[in-house]
């Protein structure tokens, strides 16, 4: 086994002990952490926060249009 | 699209952000004070070896742990809207936002997993001195992300740096120094860090209170006081400093704001600093807008010129010069004259975009060299191309009676914490501050007044540069995508019962450990 295979495992062995030595706060922070990342990575991006820009254009230059289009378009009356 | 502009997608777009932004920040101070307090107190054991700093140190890390744990994530979400309901702004800043962001999240991942993992895991698994190195680069680090954050938020505030490129609608960033020293960043960032320090220094002191209230953990609660107070006075005196240095860079660069944040409409020498005020409409306005007038107002007589340029003597514009414009010695431009500029700027902006379409290279280079390209030009004119966006000049004026009132609130609650942590000191240095059930109860309200302080810094900086995203540039109601105002409704109840959701299970599990107290 080579030193950084031994650190590697050290360093695992390490986070292994320190999560299953967790106290019960530690615990239960862990699930509301879980349940948050699952809220905001999989259910807020997947269904409500699309990159506009990416997702309506294919590349930048179409996305410069677009910005430029909306910069340079006569102001509105109620601004 | 933009001229069947709906209002309230604006309104609630805007909404969405200050709800989140908000939210965000209740985690994000007592992460940044807390960690040093925490790392102090380790020292304080690996020095003196004594196992009694050693619980003292676990038992203020489990709530630092707690508040870190629920803050972890929250701020990514900004980074969602951005993309999602800001696009255009997004587009617009992305080069210069790209960079700090980029060191941010390295920094925020590598140090701060790292060094959490070995502070929460480590006791007993590495050697203290090791750990106490953890615990320091864990504050060190979480101030550090905060720096990357506030220098993009500063450059919103003061745009410098950069250069407009009108063939991409992006601003790049020419000189990384500029941007990272920028005179709005160096204070935003100092200020901000230290009133995170006072917000720790005023949770801990108002917990120790409630155990001495409680008449338990009585050595935890003195010793942490004895720190708190140390540490939230030295907080203190930084945050009056750095605030009276950010008052001052305001007056230069954000004039309409400073002005805003005192309700000074008339501008003049020996300028007076409201201490104290209730605001009231008068009969004048200002186009369609009501000037603000004092109901009640106890006043410092000529403190405002002082504090902006250390002389009474100076000239303080209010916003009625601001917008309409002086033609004295003060020469100050008016908004309409700005709106005109900009007016051309962005037609040619416009001719030249035609142009490009055109694939006219030789008419495109004429117009940079004229134009773009000319620093005259960029001075004097495309640095004002967001009032082109306004439809009246008294659009430029933020609302004063919030700016006014989130500037107050922060300064005198600033002073009572001065006053706070100066008292909790002396009686901590004399021995008698379980005695002192009066105070012991002040100090435990004050936890969170801390909290309203720290929003209240916000909510000036943000209000305070309205109409702008970024300041002259481009107005907020220019920089919003046009999604369904119905998709920005539901993401902010949402996020609202999300975040009260977790500011809830922060509250129940901290005040559960609180109640049982350190490992014995």
Redesign the interface.
Known sequence: MTGIDLIAKKVFRFYIEGFRDMSSWGKKVWIIILVKLFIIFLILRLFFFHDFLKSNFDNDNQRSEYVLEQLTKTPPKHD | ?????D?SLVDWSRAQFALTAIYHWIFVPLTLGLSFIVAIMESIYVKTGNEEWKRITKFWM?LF??NF??G??TG??LE??F??NW??Y???VGDIFGAPLAIEGILAFFIESTFV?VM???WN?VSKKFHLASTWLVGIGANLSALWILVANSWMEHPVGMVFN?????NEMVNFWQVLFNPVAVDKFTHTVTSGFLLASIFVLGISAWYLLKKREEFLARKSMLIASIFGLAATLLVAFTGDNSARTLAKVQPIKFAAMEAHYYGKANADLTAFGILKKSDKSIGDQKIMDFAFRVKIPGFLSVITNGEKSTFVPGIIDLVSGTDDSTNIDPVVNKIQKAKVA?EI??YY?RVR?LNDKETMRDLRKVYFDNPKFITDTLNYIGY????KPE?SIPNVPITFYAFHIMVVLGFFFIALCAVALLLVLRGTIARHRWFLIIALFSIPLAYIASEAGWVLAEVGRQPWIIQDLM?V??AV?Q?STG?VI??FI?FAV?FTG?LA?EVS?MV??IKTGPKH
Do not use: C, H
Not at chain 2, 1 to 5: P, S, Y
């Open positions: 699209m933009i001229n069947n502009m209002l489990t742990g707690i744990a629920l972890v994530a990514i979400i969602f809207e993309g999602t696009s255009s997004s587009w617009f993992a929460f895991f480590g698994k009108p063939d991409t609608a992006r962005n902006l416009r975009t379409l082109a966006y306004l439809n659009d107005p109601s220019r995508t999604v998709s539901a993401t949402i999300l977790l299970a599990i559960k450990q």
